[in-house]
């Protein structure tokens, strides 16, 4: 058996394949991002879900995740994976590899990511360029779930939110700020947490105050991760993740503003990067 798992910071999804690339069953845990879960974490996680019927019959592991960006990192999610699937031959790439797999079509095109966390780059077909890094979600992270979450929760504990959304935010959200402050600086994965306040954004994105806070955040994207490639406007935008999924009208009226072109937006890449892979 062949594993296949693209992974966020959120969640991670995984297609179990026979050596054809057909797709036998699938499964799902939580995200294993480097910078925020340790390799003793990530084996109870593994321990628990359920892998642990076929790890021994897996013969080989492609990993692509978010943070898996330098040997370092990678070591800390290849580690437990190897006491996990002792017989398989493991392999850890970064989530911006996994993005642009699964989304070439034979032509150069820049994919950006809009899930918890955001990142961009450009694909010509054999080499991946990245030329705004992304920073996290402390220094960076424009237009993801954690960024738009962090947005929301600074208009409502400064009593910036109109009277219909403090209304609708109180039913559902968390309204003490010491709780927020504690998952935020003492929590293990603040991004996760931070990023669990965008639903309510996407889901009154028709009020004028969320379409101004979605559109400005994009707007940033933009600004920082697409018009930062030579040449960009000849190149179709395409886009990977849950926050571009649900913003996909917001993201048409940013790519007009930049003159450029909306490609593919796909919430899941799992199925296309199989199909690239095994292609390839």
Request: some cysteine; aromatic content about 12%; hydrophobic content about 35%.
């Amino acid at each position: 058996m062949i594993l296949i798992a693209d992974s966020g910071s959120t969640k991670c999804s995984w297609a179990i394949c026979d050596d054809s690339g057909t797709i036998i069953d699938r499964c799902s845990t939580i995200g294993f991002n480097p910078y925020f879960i340790s390799s003793s974490a990530i084996l109870n996680k593994l321990e628990a879900s359920d892998l642990t019927e076929i790890k021994e019959s897996v013969s080989k592991v492609y990993f692509y995740g978010a943070g898996c960006s330098s040997l370092k990192m990678n070591k800390i999610v290849e580690d437990p994976f190897k006491k996990f699937f002792v017989n398989a031959e493991i392999n850890i790439l970064h989530d911006l590899d996994a993005a642009c797999y699964s989304m070439y079509d034979g032509t150069p095109s820049i994919t950006g990511i809009l899930g918890t966390g955001s990142n961009s780059c450009l694909f010509d077909g054999e080499k991946i360029h990245e030329s705004a890094p992304s920073l996290g979600y402390t220094l960076g992270d424009e237009a993801s779930g954690n960024y738009i979450g962090r947005k929301l929760i600074n208009l409502y504990f400064n009593n910036k939110l109109n009277k219909d959304l403090k209304s609708k935010y109180e039913e559902k959200y968390e309204t003490d700020i010491s709780k927020v402050n504690s998952n935020v600086y003492s929590g293990s994965r603040a991004n996760v947490y931070l990023a669990k306040f965008f639903p309510f954004v996407s889901d009154n994105k028709k009020d004028p105050q969320m379409q101004k806070l979605i559109l400005d955040c994009l707007d940033e994207f933009f600004d920082l991760h697409i018009s930062c490639f030579e040449n960009y406007e000849n190149h179709k935008i395409n886009f990977i993740g849950s926050v571009a999924y649900f913003l996909q009208e917001e993201l048409e009226v940013i790519a007009t503003k930049y003159n450029c072109k909306l490609g593919m937006v796909i919430k899941n890449p799992i199925d296309k990067l199989i199909e690239y892979h095994f292609k390839k």
